[in-house]
């Protein structure tokens, strides 16, 4: 067999509507610029011209229409994939999806459903000022009824976006877009790196899943756990081989279902854990992590559980990277976690 | 997809998803576009109930005529004097504009966008409105700003998020806050400004105030729900408002089907809330200016909000992150019929033996010298990216009137990693 092509994160993310939209002839794609021009950040490209206006579809720019819409679909019978432009824009939609989706299957016993995946570009890095670098999971984590995934890499984003299309539960599909082309070591002031010498750029073409639920170990270690997702997992990873920590890197790849099998064996094995996140701090993932952790590793750990996050303000546009968890702070955060 | 139909007798369903007339690579070509005359309108007196006038909300309020000549009812007769200022506020919008995208081009800063060909719907709407009239815009009227005066340097400090940004380098470029001015904090959420313009007005009213607020948002923007709750609640509290919509035909790449265009007007989503609506010529100043007076005079005389349509042409790209050119016709900006403001007003002044080419020349190349000064002078306050032009624990104050525990720790942690890691 020939080695798979390499992909950055968004020809991964097409690849996979793609493979979708020719195995399933109920999964369409549609959102704002998502049609004829194929996204903002081209990752719907191609698909109108392959599949057709109705199955790949700009829309009206309104996002709680476009869930609303979305599980109207899904009641009839088809897999939606919509678009939020950023998310950023997912407010104005929390009613559609917090009120509806989340809770169809619930509220009708199973009569109804809300197979949706909601794509997302999300996260900081790429000077965008307050409205298009934003990381809102936790606002979704703490809602009962949706899945929340988020890929670090090319090869997770295409095997974790079919298996959210594929579930029949409403997915909130998270995608860190400073890595859209690169892996980003948090170094800002260093040329940007592309996915080709990365070894998960290696996408197959075809259909092949990664399941929901599942961590990946970025770095077996045993000197502490680290806890991240997203452009986190590439900061995280690049500091630690900078400082030349024995910490064992923990990819969540999904928040909710959270595989906290392996996030208890690590911790219980390394004895500290760090949780490294974007989002602001208070009512963040971390602390549900920490809360987690805390009530299952309590007799295992010899330090604080310590959290890198971002701060509890509104994301500054000049004060961008000292506003961004990079290394500094992780590293600042790792010494004294290490010394405690 | 196949369905086990048990009415298969039926025709089948299908589904209508808009699609623009002019793709990349189309000739485009506008010919059969229905472009009533200029005077033709009729002018209904302010005090009129909106329901005698539904036909406005389809037709075009024009007063330039093709000749340059301004027509009919709605010619607000202004004198020389104030179209020059009309005019130069155009230009000298345009000239800003130019200016700083090439800036953003040049790596000065991170983002721009241009109003280039709508500047007539910000600087005459601004002209006929009070100057302490509340304005809530979208990121597209910094001709509002540059109409009442604001400074040049301040909206480029702001753009580079330098040390003299009054907004300190919180906001991304042109998103500009000016209570001052009566310009409010624009947001990068669409639409939000419709209903605040609305509360803002309802304020006025109830404490019988004599100002009124007045609102803009693109084409595209008018399917958010934030458009349709304003115009409920502007319709039961009559709310002295106006509504505008930039129709410009363009939201990013999706034409103004996506947002309804195929099946009616803008203007009249009016007609559906029981609100006065208007179609206006939104590349003539003139005709945007009669409608904005005669929306503020019902406004103040409580008849209540006007929607205004102003049908104009995206001149250029979304923003300096978009290449329009993968989506519509290169064509498209050329073939537009309703041509260019500044050029129509300019050729009207002419007309009027008020104007001559090499006035405009020179005051195109003041104008350009104008900006380039306050350029310079923005720029020694620093550009973004160059080095931190705040203190970085400003990034915690302004979150709260007051800063609470939280904030304040998580000042002190980071300025002690910083110290701590020698930066
Ligand atoms: C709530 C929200 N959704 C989406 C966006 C992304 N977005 C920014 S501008 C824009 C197009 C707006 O088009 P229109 O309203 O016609 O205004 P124009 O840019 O033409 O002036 C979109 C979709 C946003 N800023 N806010
Ligand atoms: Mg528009």
Not at chain 2, 385 to 411: A, C, D
Request: proline share 6%; glycine share 8%; charged share 20%.
């Amino acid at each position: 067999m020939s080695a798979a092509p390499r992909m950055n994160m968004i020809q991964a993310i097409n690849s996979a509507m793609d493979v979708m939209m020719e195995r399933d002839d109920q999964v369409v794609v549609m959102g704002e610029d998502v049609g004829y021009f194929g996204g903002v950040f081209r990752a719907t490209a191609g698909l109108q011209a392959k599949y057709g206006k109705t199955r790949a579809f700009d829309t009206p720019i309104t996002e709680i229409g476009i869930i609303g819409v979305a599980i109207g679909m899904g009641a009839y019978g088809l897999r939606p994939v919509p678009e939020i432009q950023f998310a950023d824009y997912i407010y104005p939609a929390l009613d559609q999806l917090v009120s509806e989706a989340a809770r169809l299957r619930y509220r009708s016993n199973g009569d109804f459903t809300a197979p949706i995946t909601v794509r997302s570009p999300y996260g900081g890095g790429i000077f965008g000022g307050q409205t298009h670098s934003q990381s809102p999971e936790g606002i979704f984590t703490h809602v009962s009824g949706i899945k929340t995934v988020i890929p670090s890499t090319p090869y997770d984003a295409k095997g974790l976006l079919i298996a959210a299309i594929e579930d029949n539960d409403p997915v909130l599909f998270l995608e860190p877009k400073r890595i859209y082309n690169g892996p980003f070591d948090g170094h800002y002031d260093r040329p940007a790196k592309n996915w080709t010498a990365h070894p998960a750029s290696e996408v197959p073409t075809g259909y092949y899943r990664v399941e929901l639920g599942k961590a990946a170990t970025v770095r077996e270690g045993e000197a502490v756990t680290i806890l991240c997702y997203g452009t986190m997992v590439h900061v995280v990873a690049a500091t630690i081989e900078e400082l030349g920590v024995d910490a064992e890197i923990i990819d969540l790849r999904t928040l909710v279902p959270l595989d906290i099998e392996a996030i208890e064996a690590s911790v219980k094995k390394t004895g500290r854990c760090m949780i490294v996140h974007e989002a602001t701090r208070t009512s963040g993932f971390g602390a549900e992590l920490s809360a987690l952790v805390q009530e299952r590793c309590f007799y295992h750990l010899e330090a604080p559980i310590a959290r890198v996050t971002g701060f509890d303000t509104p994301y500054p546009h000049s004060l961008e990277w000292a506003y961004f968890p990079g290394p500094v702070r992780i590293r600042e955060a790792l010494n004294k976690l290490l010394k405690d | 997809m196949t369905v086990d139909a048990p009415r298969a007798n039926l025709p089948p369903l299908s589904l209508h998803v808009p699609e623009p007339r002019f793709r990349p690579g189309d000739e485009a070509d506008f010919s059969d576009l229905v472009v009533p005359p200029a005077g033709a309108a009729r002018r209904p007196d302010t005090a009129e109930p909106a329901d005698r006038f539904h036909e406005l909300a389809y037709g075009l309020v024009r007063v330039l005529d093709d000749a340059g000549n301004a027509v009919g009812p709605w010619d607000p007769r202004l004198d020389a004097e104030a179209k020059r200022k009309m005019l130069r506020s155009m230009a000298l919008t345009r000239a800003f504009d130019e200016r700083m995208f090439r800036a953003q081009r040049q790596g000065k800063t991170s983002f721009y966008m241009k109003s280039t060909g709508e500047e007539a719907v910000s600087v005459a709407a601004a002209l006929a409105m009070a100057g302490d009239d509340m304005c809530f815009p979208s990121y597209r009227q910094q001709g509002i700003l540059i109409t009442r005066g604001y400074p040049l340097v301040e909206m480029m400090n702001q753009i580079y998020s330098n040390r003299g940004d009054p907004l300190q380098g919180r906001q991304l470029p042109i998103m500009y806050s000016s209570k001052e001015t009566g310009f409010f904090s624009i947001s990068g959420n669409l639409a939000t400004q419709y209903p605040q313009a609305v509360g803002w007005a309802m304020a006025s009213a109830a404490r019988g105030d004599t100002r009124i607020a007045a609102t803009w948002c693109g084409e595209g923007s008018t399917a958010e729900g934030d458009f349709h709750s304003a115009l409920t609640f502007a319709t039961v509290y009559r709310a002295p408002v106006i509504f505008n919509v930039v129709n410009n035909q363009w939201a990013i790449s999706s034409f103004s089907g996506f947002a309804g265009a195929e099946a009616t007007t803008f203007a009249a989503r009016a007609i559906g809330y029981g609100i006065a609506g208007l179609r206006v010529d939104g590349n003539d100043a003139l005709a945007v200016y009669a409608a904005t007076q005669w929306a503020a005079e019902r406004a103040r005389t409580n008849q209540g909000p006007t929607l205004i349509e102003h049908f104009t042409y995206r001149a250029e790209g979304h923003s300096t992150s978009d290449d329009p050119s993968a989506y519509r016709s290169a064509g498209e900006p050329n073939a537009w019929p309703l041509g260019d403001p500044i050029r129509r007003l300019k050729d009207h002044l002419i007309g009027l033996g008020e104007w001559d080419e090499e006035r405009h020349a020179a005051m195109d190349l003041e104008l350009a010298e104008t900006v380039k000064r306050a350029q310079k002078e923005a720029e020694k306050n620093g550009i973004l990216g160059h080095g931190m032009h705040q203190p970085f624990e400003t990034m915690f104050e302004g979150v709260f009137e007051e800063m609470p525990w939280h904030l304040k720790e998580q000042s002190d942690q980071m300025i002690a990693e910083r110290k701590a890691a020698g930066i």
